[in-house]
C-alpha cells in the first residue's frame, strides 16, 4: 500500500514550508534514506527524507508552492499502483490551508522569542515576460488603428505586453522594430533602442559616420526581475526590525593588537600538523575559533552579557552558547555552540566546523539554530575594517569582528613601526548591559586576545 509523505513540522516554530526542490521525479526509483526534496522553513532550508523503499508515484506539490505542516505532498508505493488525486494549492492562489493576518509566539530554549507570521504572497515576474495568451505571446496589430478600421492589411507581429505599452506611450510604431526575442518577438529593450536610434539627428542617421548605441560587453550580474520573498529572508527582515525597534543599542569599538594572535594561531597549527600522519589531514584552527573560545573565556566572568530581557526579570545564563554567523544562500544562519565555556579550543573548532559544514549543506537542524546566549559575527575576511552588528534576541549583546590590518603604530617609546591591528565592536542591549558593563567586556576580551597564551590556563 501506498505511502503519502507529508509536509513535516520541521522546527518548533513552523507551521508552513516551501518546496524549493524535489530531488526525485515520478515514476523514479527511491529508496530509505534518500533525500527527495528540499523544504524550505521559517529557520533554514532543510532536505526531506525518504523512509520507504519504492517507487514515486505522484508529486502533489509543485516547487515553490508553500503548504501547511500535514499537506500531503508525494506517494512511495509499488510500481504500477494506483494513487487518487490529492488536489494541490494552486502557485496563483494565496494559500488558504493556514489563516491570514495571523501570529504565533513560542518561546525556544535560553527565552528566545519567535514570531511566526504569513509570508508574502509571490511577487509576480517581470511585466515584459508575462504572457497573456495560450502560447504565451500577444499578438500586436502594426500601425495606427484608422489603418485597421480602413480595411488595409495590416501585419501581425508579435511583442510583448510591455513593449506594447511602450510603444504605445511614446508613439512608436512597431511595424518599425524589429524583435529580438523567440520568433521575432519584441521585448521593452528594442522598443528602447528603436526610441534611442530615432532621436539621433537625422543628418547623423544618414552619414557614413553614423552615431550607433554603443553596445556594453557585459552586464555583469545584473538581471531586471521581481522575485518572491523567501521564508528565511522574510524571518531575517522581521527578526532585524524587531531588534532594531525594541531593543535600545548601543555601541563599542576597540582596537587591538593582533600581532600575537595572527602567531599563535600559526605556531597552533604547526603543532596540530605534525601531530598527524601523512595520510591524515590536520585540523586548522582559524582566528575565528580563537575569538569565539576567547569570548566564552571572558563571558564568565562578565556575566551581565550572558543574559536575556524577559519583561518582568532578566534572566542569566549559567552556561555559555555561542551563536556565530555563516553565510548560506539567501540569507545567513547562526548555529549554535552548546556549553562553549566548557570545550577546549580544539573541541570548539571541530564544533564550529562540524556546524558550518551542515549549515552549508542544509542540514541544521532546530536545536542546533536556536538557544543562543551570545553571538559573534566575523567580516575581516571580507576586508571589512569595523562594523556593528544588530543584536540577535533573546541575546544581550553581540560582537562584531574586523580584518586584521597592516598599519603604522606607535610603540611604548613614542617610536613609529609597522604593526597589525583589528578592531572589535559590541553592540549592547542597554536594558541588560551598562555602559561600563560592557566596557569591562571588550577590554578583558581585548587583553586575551593580545595575549593569546593565557587562552591555555
Same mark, same amino acid.
Given at each position: 500500500?501506498?505511502?503519502?509523505?507529508?509536509?513535516?513540522?520541521?522546527?518548533?516554530?513552523?507551521?508552513?514550508?516551501?518546496?524549493?526542490?524535489?530531488?526525485? &521525479?515520478?515514476?523514479?526509483?527511491? @529508496?530509505?534514506?534518500? %533525500? =527527495?526534496?528540499?523544504?524550505?522553513?521559517?529557520?533554514?532550508?532543510?532536505?526531506?527524507?525518504?523512509?520507504?523503499?519504492?517507487?514515486?508515484?505522484? %508529486?502533489? !506539490?509543485?516547487?515553490? !508552492?508553500?503548504?501547511?505542516?500535514?499537506?500531503?505532498?508525494?506517494? !512511495?508505493?509499488?510500481?504500477?499502483?494506483?494513487?487518487?488525486?490529492?488536489?494541490?494549492?494552486?502557485?496563483?492562489?494565496?494559500?488558504?490551508?493556514?489563516?491570514?493576518?495571523?501570529?504565533?509566539?513560542?518561546?525556544?530554549?535560553?527565552?528566545?522569542?519567535?514570531?511566526?507570521?504569513?509570508?508574502?504572497?509571490?511577487?509576480? $515576474?517581470?511585466?515584459?515576460?508575462?504572457?497573456?495568451?495560450?502560447?504565451?505571446?500577444?499578438?500586436?496589430?502594426?500601425? @495606427?488603428?484608422?489603418?485597421? /478600421?480602413?480595411?488595409? @492589411?495590416?501585419?501581425?507581429? =508579435?511583442?510583448?505586453?510591455?513593449?506594447?505599452?511602450?510603444?504605445?506611450?511614446?508613439?512608436?510604431?512597431?511595424?518599425?522594430?524589429?524583435?529580438?526575442?523567440?520568433?521575432?518577438?519584441?521585448?521593452?529593450?528594442?522598443?528602447?533602442?528603436?526610441?534611442?536610434? &530615432?532621436?539621433?539627428?537625422?543628418?547623423?542617421?544618414?552619414?557614413?559616420?553614423?552615431?550607433?548605441?554603443?553596445?556594453?560587453?557585459?552586464?555583469? /550580474? *545584473? %538581471?531586471?526581475?521581481?522575485?518572491?520573498?523567501?521564508?528565511?529572508?522574510?524571518?531575517?527582515?522581521?527578526?532585524?526590525?524587531?531588534?532594531?525597534?525594541?531593543?535600545?543599542? #548601543?555601541?563599542?569599538?576597540?582596537?587591538?593588537? @593582533? &600581532?600575537?594572535?595572527?602567531?599563535?594561531?600559526?605556531?597552533?597549527?604547526?603543532?596540530?600538523? &605534525?601531530?598527524?600522519?601523512?595520510? +591524515?589531514?590536520?585540523?586548522?584552527?582559524? =582566528?575565528?575559533?580563537?575569538?569565539?573560545?576567547?569570548?566564552?573565556?571572558?563571558? $564568565?566572568?562578565?556575566? +551581565?552579557?550572558?543574559?536575556?530581557?524577559?519583561?518582568?526579570?532578566?534572566?542569566?545564563?549559567?552556561?555559555?552558547? *555561542?551563536? #556565530?554567523?555563516?553565510?548560506?544562500?539567501?540569507?545567513?544562519?547562526?548555529?549554535?555552540?552548546?556549553?562553549?565555556?566548557?570545550?577546549?579550543?580544539?573541541?570548539?573548532?571541530?564544533?564550529?566546523?562540524?556546524?558550518?559544514?551542515?549549515?552549508?549543506?542544509? $542540514?541544521?537542524?532546530?536545536?542546533?539554530?536556536?538557544?543562543?546566549?551570545?553571538?559573534?559575527?566575523?567580516?575581516?575576511?571580507?576586508?571589512?575594517?569595523?562594523?556593528?552588528?544588530?543584536?540577535?534576541?533573546?541575546?544581550?549583546?553581540?560582537?562584531?569582528?574586523?580584518?586584521?590590518?597592516?598599519?603604522?603604530?606607535?610603540?611604548?617609546?613614542?617610536?613609529?613601526?609597522?604593526?597589525?591591528?583589528?578592531?572589535?565592536?559590541?553592540?549592547?542591549?542597554?536594558?541588560?548591559?551598562?555602559?561600563?558593563?560592557?566596557?569591562? #567586556?571588550?577590554?578583558?576580551?581585548?587583553?586575551?586576545?593580545?595575549?593569546?597564551?593565557?587562552?591555555?590556563?
Amino acid at each position: 500500500m501506498a505511502t503519502i509523505i507529508e509536509m513535516p513540522k520541521l522546527s518548533d516554530t513552523m507551521s508552513v514550508g516551501t518546496v524549493v526542490k524535489w530531488h526525485k &521525479q515520478k515514476g523514479e526509483k527511491v @529508496s530509505e534514506g534518500d %533525500v =527527495l526534496a528540499e523544504i524550505e522553513t521559517d529557520k533554514a532550508t532543510m532536505e526531506l527524507e525518504n523512509f520507504e523503499n519504492g517507487v514515486l508515484l505522484k %508529486v502533489f !506539490v509543485e516547487e515553490g !508552492v508553500e503548504v501547511a505542516i500535514g499537506s500531503a505532498l508525494a506517494a !512511495v508505493g509499488e510500481e504500477g499502483e494506483e494513487i487518487e488525486d490529492i488536489e494541490a494549492p494552486d502557485p496563483g492562489v494565496e494559500d488558504q490551508a493556514h489563516p491570514t493576518n495571523t501570529e504565533e509566539k513560542t518561546t525556544g530554549e535560553g527565552g528566545e522569542s519567535t514570531t511566526l507570521e504569513e509570508s508574502p504572497p509571490p511577487a509576480h $515576474k517581470h511585466e515584459e515576460y508575462e504572457p497573456t495568451n495560450v502560447d504565451g505571446e500577444e499578438e500586436i496589430t502594426s500601425g @495606427s488603428e484608422a489603418k485597421e /478600421q480602413s480595411g488595409e @492589411s495590416v501585419e501581425r507581429i =508579435l511583442a510583448s505586453p510591455l513593449a506594447k505599452k511602450i510603444a504605445r506611450e511614446k508613439e512608436i510604431d512597431l511595424s518599425q522594430v524589429k524583435g529580438s526575442g523567440p520568433r521575432g518577438r519584441i521585448t521593452k529593450k528594442d522598443v528602447l533602442s528603436h526610441e534611442d536610434i &530615432q532621436g539621433l539627428p537625422e543628418k547623423a542617421m544618414h552619414s557614413d559616420h553614423a552615431v550607433r548605441p554603443v553596445e556594453v560587453q557585459s552586464s555583469g /550580474q *545584473l %538581471v531586471d526581475q521581481t522575485v518572491p520573498v523567501s521564508k528565511m529572508r522574510s524571518i531575517i527582515a522581521r527578526r532585524l526590525h524587531e531588534s532594531k525597534s525594541t531593543i535600545p543599542h #548601543f555601541y563599542l569599538q576597540k582596537e587591538i593588537d @593582533s &600581532q600575537q594572535l595572527r602567531l599563535a594561531r600559526e605556531a597552533i597549527n604547526e603543532r596540530l600538523a &605534525q601531530r598527524c600522519s601523512p595520510e +591524515e589531514k590536520p585540523l586548522k584552527l582559524t =582566528l575565528n575559533d580563537l575569538i569565539l573560545k576567547a569570548c566564552a573565556e571572558t563571558i $564568565k566572568w562578565v556575566p +551581565e552579557i550572558n543574559t536575556s530581557w524577559e519583561n518582568d526579570h532578566i534572566r542569566y545564563h549559567g552556561k555559555v552558547h *555561542l551563536a #556565530f554567523g555563516v553565510a548560506v544562500d539567501d540569507g545567513l544562519v547562526t548555529p549554535v555552540i552548546r556549553n562553549a565555556e566548557s570545550l577546549d579550543l580544539t573541541s570548539l573548532s571541530l564544533e564550529a566546523k562540524s556546524l558550518i559544514g551542515k549549515a552549508r549543506s542544509k $542540514k541544521l537542524t532546530p536545536d542546533e539554530m536556536t538557544g543562543s546566549t551570545f553571538t559573534v559575527t566575523n567580516l575581516g575576511m571580507f576586508g571589512i575594517d569595523f562594523f556593528s552588528g544588530i543584536i540577535n534576541p533573546p541575546n544581550a549583546a553581540i560582537l562584531s569582528v574586523g580584518a586584521c590590518l597592516n598599519k603604522p603604530v606607535l610603540d611604548s617609546n613614542g617610536n613609529l613601526q609597522a604593526g597589525e591591528r583589528m578592531t572589535l565592536g559590541l553592540s549592547c542591549d542597554h536594558r541588560l548591559v551598562d555602559g561600563a558593563a560592557g566596557a569591562v #567586556f571588550l577590554k578583558r576580551l581585548g587583553e586575551i586576545l593580545e595575549r593569546p597564551a593565557s587562552l591555555l590556563v
